[in-house]
T-cell receptor, first 112, second 113 residues
Framework: NAGVTQTPKFQVLKTGQSMTLQCAQD?????MYWYRQDPGMGLRLIYY???????DKGEVPNGYNVSRLNKREFSLRLESAAPSQTSVYFCASNLGVSEKLFFGSGTQLSVL | AQSVTQLGSHVSVSEGALVLLRCNYS??????LFWYVQYPNQGLQLLLKYTSAATLVKGINGFEAEFKKSETSFHLTKPSAHMSDAAEYFC???????????FGAGTTVTVRA
């Protein structure tokens, strides 16, 4: 039972480089989310997709874009990475707004 | 906007002692409240959630939390700590029909043998 799968687990970028974080869930969940986790700040919502075909901004969307490719997959793109985007990124999903979140194991990103 | 305050970024307890993690929220209407746990190098897992059915909520691994509207609090407790409880704990809040879940800064629990 895979649950929520994120790739890659680790990534180092240089300032200005671009990359895409991939996320897939196999639980037939409608909603998917991208969070970033920084020390002392908890998790902050970057973007979410309430259902296939929709995406919305969260608390900290600047510098990021997302794509809900299909019901299973939700990717996060950094077009021009900045050191301030050094963080641990978590993808999550749930069946609907009132249901618990299931999290992936995270991507540790360093931007030099 | 919803906000959550967790008092104490680190808590150290002896094995077998009470675990108490404090969470206060700001909300103009009764919210949905959650406690999540994160073990090292893992994603978060739901411990318990409050949805207004009962003020005392029991979760997994012996944890429970009590919703106190008058104090806008949702503190997490466990009567007897186990070594496996060492983790980071997050309180979270959202409004009805709002996809945005607001997390507290987290409290790291260490358990002394």
């Amino acid at each position: 039972n895979a649950g929520v799968t994120q790739t890659p687990k680790f990534q180092v970028l240089k300032t200005g480089q671009s990359m895409t974080l991939q996320c897939a869930q196999d639980m037939n969940h409608n909603s998917m989310y991208w969070y970033r986790q920084d020390p002392g700040m908890g998790l902050r919502l970057i973007y979410y997709s309430a259902s296939e075909g929709t995406t919305d901004k969260g608390e900290v969307p600047n510098g990021y874009n997302v794509s809900r490719l299909n019901k299973r997959e939700f990717s996060l793109r950094l077009e021009s990475a900045a050191p301030s985007q050094t963080s641990v990124y978590f993808c999550a999903s749930n069946l609907g707004v009132s249901e618990k979140l299931f999290f992936g194991s995270g991507t540790q990103l360093s931007v030099l | 906007a919803q906000s959550v305050t967790q008092l104490g970024s680190h808590v150290s307890v002896s094995e077998g002692a009470l675990v108490l993690l404090r969470c206060n929220y700001s909300s103009s209407v009764p919210p949905y409240l959650f406690w999540y746990v994160q073990y090292p190098n893992q994603g978060l897992q739901l411990l318990l959630k409050y949805t207004s059915a009962a003020t005392l909520v029991k979760g997994i691994n012996g944890f429970e939390a009590e919703f106190k509207k008058s104090e806008t609090s949702f503190h997490l407790t466990k009567p007897s700590a186990h070594m496996s409880d060492a983790a980071e704990y997050f309180c979270a809040v959202r409004r009805d029909n709002d996809y945005k879940l607001s997390f507290g800064a987290g409290t790291t629990v260490t358990v002394r043998a």
